[in-house]
């Protein structure tokens, strides 16, 4: 037996949906890992907070890592939602022999929805904080333009807004909406899966 071809080993890894689904646990793993220097940003925030504004001081650089851990969030929040695209899209995979656009941009909030997760308005406005992150703000120091649409958020009524770019409970926050994200995914793939076993013990006829 001849080993399989470099596209069909691609195509096979692509339409393998706890391919995207441990990527995602992969990368929430990276981010955890990040926790501590997030907590450590914010308690040097509020000790530098409590000093005399008259006396002139020279801190050194400490690293922010606010950025990056929004960005790895919201890279594996897109891994968990597109493990369920998939399913919808495999035969694009197959037919193209390259991921579909829609799996390699970051439009975060347009996924969610996409997957069906329900999201209040709070969650919205977390959705794209963490897209902002994961276009440009965790890893460039500017986005690609000055207009950039991360740059605004637009709220149920029309309204646009900045959002905030940070938040000190942000690791409470992504970790919420993860957790629900999470759950949302496993009990869609299981339905899925058993509506395929379903289909598979009891065909339907032809006419």
Request: with cysteine; net charge negative; hydrophobic share 40%.
């Amino acid at each position: 037996m001849e080993p399989p071809s470099q596209t069909e080993s691609f195509a096979d890894k692509a339409v393998d949906e706890d391919g995207w689904f441990f990527t995602a646990e992969d990368l929430l793993a990276a981010a955890k890992a990040l926790e501590p220097a997030m907590e450590g940003y914010w308690r040097l925030q509020r000790e530098r907070a409590q000093l005399e504004d008259s006396e002139f001081r020279v801190f050194d650089y400490e690293p922010d890592v606010r950025g990056p851990y929004l960005m790895l969030t919201a890279y594996a929040i897109e891994n968990f939602c597109k493990a369920v695209v998939m399913c919808d899209s495999w035969w694009l995979i197959f037919e193209k022999k390259e991921l579909p656009r829609k799996f390699t941009k970051h439009d975060l909030l347009e996924l969610l929805k996409r997957v069906g997760i329900p999201l209040s308005s709070e969650d919205e406005e977390l959705a794209f904080r963490l897209e902002r992150s994961a276009v440009w703000a965790g890893r460039y120091p500017v986005p690609t333009h000055p207009a950039h649409r991360t740059l605004y958020f637009t709220r149920a009524r029309g309204e646009k807004v900045v959002p905030s770019w940070h938040r000190e409970d942000d690791v409470k926050l992504a970790k919420d909406l993860v957790e629900r994200v999470r759950d949302f995914v496993v009990k869609e793939l299981e339905a899925r899966h058993q509506a395929e076993i379903n289909r598979a013990l009891h065909p339907r006829s032809e006419d």
